[in-house]
């Protein structure tokens, strides 16, 4: 006799649920086969952290085995592989889909929520830059200034708009949206949408808003840093003009 199809199932968001929603986003895959999920990284440690939320999601945990590198990856890569039916089914449910690359659109996360899926989008495929700027030293030897971008990338146009539109719904910050040049065996040039250091300062507070949150404790730091940074040089100027 053939199992009994099992019910589909809506699963109560949470931080971590929305945030792993988010690494899917970026770095998941979704099998044809309608059960198997897929999420691949060089982080160890982002992988140990999916793996922790599942646990809290699912009641299980899975082994992280050594993924096969595409061409152009210069780290080893690994990967959680699972199969959870219920699971597959609600991610499609939400707007999530196989082959998803470059024609992913809008996602149904819940605005109370959506900080931890955009932490999740973030240490998936998104960047924070940040440097010393020396430029006006000429004019006076203290005025070094620290440099902020935070970057969000997505081969779906129709995505990043929808990422763009949510940020500025939500915390009324724009950014600034581009098109990259094609290369290699990319079919379109990927799009990035980029916020300047006031507008980051805002967002990295934004999402990293207590301790003890499910991210990638490497970028984490990057942004504590600069944070910190970017305070000390705000009261250094207020004494100056004081």
Known sequence: MPKPKLPNRNFKWT???AYIIGLLTTD???????RHITMR????QLLKTF????DKILDKSYKIARSKNDSLAKKPCYRVQFSNVQFYRWLLKIGLFPAKTYTIGKLKI??????????GHLDGDGSIITYK???NTYKNPKYIYTRLWVNFISASGIHIKWLRKKIFNLLSINGHLSQGKIYNKQTVGRWKLKFAKKESIKLLRWIYYQ?????LKRKRIIAE?????ITKEKRRKYMRVK
């Not at 793996?51 to 599942?54: E, I, V």
């Not at 819940?110 to 932490?119: A, E, G, I, N, T």
């Not at 301790?211 to 991210?215: G, I, K, S, V």
């Open 51 to 54: 793996n922790d939320c599942l």
């Open 211 to 215: 301790p003890n949150l499910p991210c």
């Open 225 to 229: 840093k600069v944070l910190e940074k």
């Open 41 to 44: 990284s060089s982080e160890i």
């Open 133 to 135: 700027d020396f430029y």
């Open 28 to 34: 998941g895959n979704l099998s044809k086969d309608g």
């Open 15 to 17: 931080p971590k649920l």
């Open 110 to 119: 819940v605005d109370r929520y959506f900080k931890d899926f955009l932490r």
